[in-house]
């Protein structure tokens, strides 16, 4: 069984910046695929971004490419996203989710592709 665990939510002005992490245990050497999801009130959890075991792929969503970076420390199994210009709809719950396969399709966008879960860190964008 793998456990997540993020951390770096907070509060934060618009344009601001946050780091997030999502530290791995239990079976963590298991780990392939990782992914930040995030869900605002009254809506579905969406896809952030995503990277592959070795960190050589990511995809990002539209709206956060070029402001966004996901990455991830192997030796630390600890996953990270760098938001950087934020905005206040960005104003969410952000989740960390992995899996021990990886695709590059678009269906690993999804959330029902990942097994694990943390419990969210909240963020909000506010002045």
């Known amino acids: 069984q793998v456990q997540l665990v993020e951390s770096g939510g907070g509060l934060v002005q618009p344009g601001g910046s946050l780091r997030l992490s999502c530290a791995a245990s239990?079976?963590?050497?298991?780990?392939?695929?990782m992914g930040w999801f995030r869900q605002a009130p009254g809506k579905e959890r969406e896809f952030v971004a995503r990277?592959?075991?070795?960190?050589?792929?990511?995809d990002y969503a539209d709206s956060v490419k070029g402001r966004f970076t996901i990455s991830r420390d192997n030796a630390k199994t600890t996953l990270y996203l760098q938001m950087n210009s934020l905005k206040p709809e960005e104003t969410a719950v952000y989740s960390c989710?992995?899996?021990?396969?990886?695709?590059?399709?678009?269906?690993?966008?999804?959330?029902?592709?990942?097994?694990?879960w943390g419990q969210g860190t909240q963020v909000t964008v506010s002045s």
């Open positions: 989710a992995a899996d021990d396969r990886f695709s590059g399709l678009v269906v690993a966008r999804t959330p029902s592709w990942y097994a694990y």
């Open positions: 239990g079976s963590a050497f298991s780990i392939n695929a």
């Open positions: 990277i592959s075991g070795g960190g050589t792929y990511t």
